[in-house]
């Protein structure tokens, strides 16, 4: 079963930084890209980063531009998202997401920047 | 950046009948269009890909059509399990963007 597991979430204050990661299963996780959409509390979704399937070309939406970044360990079929500098407008659900012949999206982790 | 504009916002559906969710771009995006269904607590599920193609296991009552700036998801016979928020999103340029969604509710 194709499968992606999101993980790292919680609770941090403004200003701090935390570490998300996304298990993937079902696939050859190696040759894919991937991606991280963000959903803000009862808000639409937010496409937020992209990264090619060897680590070659980095994409990021404004909002997170020098804040995030995305990596990923192909050895360990996992994909990260470093984010520094929370704001509170950052609170949102993130998922990972494979795009292409087939699509999957993890089932979201919950990221609460609060003082 | 594109910006996806879904109309309506809401929409009041009885069970049974054909509707119709649009998806307007500010720019073409070719037939890079592709539709998703979520439910509350639930992560987006793709319905349609490239404005048209179906995906296996989504129900045949469910439908896409359009090119360039103008798109449309077709539910031909809705029924209760599809009250849920529907969202286009472009993957033609970079940043990818989605539209606002429109919200099916029972009339």
């Known amino acids: 079963e194709v499968q992606l597991v999101e993980s790292g979430g919680g609770l941090v204050k403004p200003g701090s930084s935390l570490k998300l990661s996304c298990v993937a299963s079902?696939?050859?996780?190696?040759?894919?890209?991937m991606h991280w959409i963000r959903q803000a509390p009862k808000k639409g979704l937010e496409w937020i980063a992209l990264?090619?399937?060897?680590?070659?070309?980095?994409y990021y939406a404004d909002s997170v531009k020098g804040r995030f970044t995305i990596s990923r360990d192909n050895s360990k079929n996992t994909l990260y998202l470093e984010m520094n500098s929370l704001r509170s407008e950052d609170t949102a659900m993130y998922y990972c997401?494979?795009?292409?012949?087939?699509?999957?999206w993890g089932q979201g982790v919950m990221v609460t920047v609060s003082s | 950046d594109v910006v996806l504009t879904q109309s309506p916002a809401t929409l009041s559906v009885t069970p049974g009948e054909r509707i119709s969710l649009s998806c307007r771009a500010s720019?073409?995006?070719?037939?890079?269009l592709h539709w998703y269904q979520q439910k509350p607590n639930e992560s987006p599920r793709l319905l349609i890909k490239?404005?048209?193609q179906s995906i296996s296991g989504i129900p045949s009552r469910f439908s896409g059509s359009g090119s360039g700036t103008d798109f449309t998801l077709s539910i031909n016979g809705v029924e209760l399990e599809d009250l849920s928020i529907y969202y286009c999103q472009q993957g033609n340029s970079l940043p990818y963007t989605f539209g606002a969604g429109t919200k099916l509710e029972l009339k």
């Open positions: 490239y404005a048209s």
């Open positions: 079902g696939f050859t996780f190696s040759s894919y890209g």
């Open positions: 720019e073409s995006v070719d037939t890079y």
């Open positions: 990264i090619y399937y060897d680590s070659s070309n980095k």
């Open positions: 997401a494979k795009w292409g012949t087939t699509t999957v």
